[in-house]
Every structure is written in structure tokens, then in C-alpha cells.
Nanobody, 127 residues
Framework: QLVESGGGSVQAGGSLRLSCAAS????????MGWFRQAPGKEREFVAG????????NYADSVKGRFTISRDNSKSTVYLQMNSLNSEDTAVYYC??????????????????????WGQGTQVTVSS
């Protein structure tokens, strides 16, 4: 089970930090990702992180502004979001997928590859 927290309302240019806590003892066997869905749009990939946390990747729209990280000792993945703008307004979801490699990232960013999902947390950015 994945439970997100940290969403809320913020003005443009502000920052938020999302957290996603996983239950169970197998967290380190999962590559993790953050996705988001804006009103009227499809859910899209935001960021991904390898099982060890040493490798990350990002959507072009958030690169340089968002940082994904994880703490396997706490079974938690984070998304630090800086320089937020109105286009970042969405429901943010964390997701996990079993993956064979500890250090490599999955080639696919497709949401269909992720087996476990949180319930989502709303992020609203006002201009």
C-alpha cells in the first residue's frame, strides 16, 4: 500500500515536498515513480527512481525543478517540487513496480508497468 502526503495549495514560484510511504518490507525491490493527472488530461510520468536511489529520470517539463529521492530505511519516496507554476496543478500519484535491477532505471515510463499506486494528493498552484 502506498500513501501520499504533502500536497496543498501554493503560489507560483513556491515549493512543495510530496512524500509517499509504503507498507510492507519489500520497498527496496521496487523502482518508484511519480505521475500526475491534470483536469481533462491523461495521467503522465513525472519522475522515476531506481531501487537503490542512485539513478533518476524526469519528464522534460519538470527537469531542473523537481527532485525525486527515496529512503529505503523508511520505505518512503519523495518529490521535491520547486519553482512551481500553474501547469503543475494536478493530482500527484506515486507508484511502484517490481524491477530486476538495483541500480538501473526501467526503460519504460509507461504507467501500465507499475503494479502499485497511491490514492493521489492534490497540488494546486495559483498565479
Amino acid at each position: 500500500q502506498l500513501v501520499e502526503s504533502g500536497g496543498g495549495s501554493v503560489q507560483a514560484g513556491g515549493s512543495l515536498r510530496l512524500s509517499c510511504a509504503a507498507s510492507g518490507r519489500a520497498f527496496s525491490t521496487y523502482a518508484m515513480g511519480w505521475f500526475r493527472q491534470a483536469p481533462g488530461k491523461e495521467r503522465e510520468f513525472v519522475a522515476g527512481i531506481s531501487r537503490s536511489g542512485e539513478n533518476t529520470n524526469y519528464a522534460d517539463s519538470v527537469k531542473g525543478r523537481f527532485t525525486i529521492s527515496r529512503d529505503n530505511s523508511k520505505s518512503t519516496v519523495y518529490l521535491q517540487m520547486n519553482s512551481l507554476n500553474s501547469e503543475d496543478t494536478a493530482v500527484y500519484y506515486c507508484a511502484g513496480r517490481l524491477f530486476w535491477s538495483v541500480g538501473q532505471l526501467p526503460d519504460s515510463r509507461s504507467q501500465r508497468e507499475y503494479q502499485h499506486w497511491g490514492q493521489g494528493t492534490q497540488v494546486t498552484v495559483s498565479s
